[in-house]
């Protein structure tokens, strides 16, 4: 009887596992909001993650992240951008801002330092 709960407590504990780490969450995207000097800007809470993991913003007007880690654990520390060749280091507890390239449009993955955790960025033809 104990073998057959701790196969039991196993098997939880794996699906448990792969739900968490490979199936992705669904959430909205966030479209950047233009300020008065036309900087697209969206700030991304980092705590456990990136919410929101998706950001909208349009092609050819300046845009930036603004990035404030909550969260102490050394995974989150650090953000990637692979495509806009971007690696840098996000402070605790303290906003900050990472520009980001808008003269193609597309979709740009970024994530932590050690690939665990993703976000995405959409670059958007704007509407006319």
Same mark, same amino acid.
């Given at each position: 009887?104990?073998?057959?709960?701790?196969?039991?407590?196993?098997?939880?504990?794996?699906?448990?596992?792969?739900?968490?780490?490979?199936?992705?969450? #669904?959430?909205?995207?966030?479209?950047? +909001?233009? &300020?008065?000097?036309?900087?697209?800007?969206?700030? @991304?809470?980092? $705590?456990? %993650?990136?919410?929101?993991?998706?950001?909208?913003?349009?092609?050819?007007? #300046?845009?930036?992240?603004?990035?404030? +880690?909550? &969260?102490?654990?050394?995974?989150?520390?650090?953000? @990637?951008?692979? $495509?806009? %060749?971007?690696?840098?280091?996000?402070?605790?507890?303290?906003?900050?801002?990472?520009?980001?390239?808008?003269?193609?449009?597309?979709?740009?993955?970024?994530?932590?330092?050690?690939?665990?955790?993703?976000?995405?960025?959409?670059?958007?033809?704007?509407?006319?």
């Amino acid at each position: 009887m104990f073998k057959i709960l701790i196969v039991i407590g196993a098997l939880f504990l794996i699906g448990f596992i792969i739900w968490w780490f490979l199936i992705p969450r #669904p959430q909205k995207a966030v479209t950047a +909001r233009t &300020d008065v000097n036309h900087l697209q800007n969206v700030t @991304v809470k980092v $705590d456990g %993650g990136y919410r929101p993991s998706t950001v909208v913003v349009y092609q050819g007007k #300046p845009a930036q992240i603004t990035f404030n +880690r909550i &969260d102490p654990s050394s995974c989150l520390e650090q953000v @990637v951008f692979p $495509d806009w %060749g971007i690696s840098e280091y996000l402070p605790e507890k303290k906003e900050h801002p990472i520009k980001i390239d808008t003269s193609k449009a597309g979709e740009y993955q970024y994530a932590c330092g050690m690939n665990m955790f993703h976000g995405k960025v959409i670059v958007k033809k704007e509407r006319k």
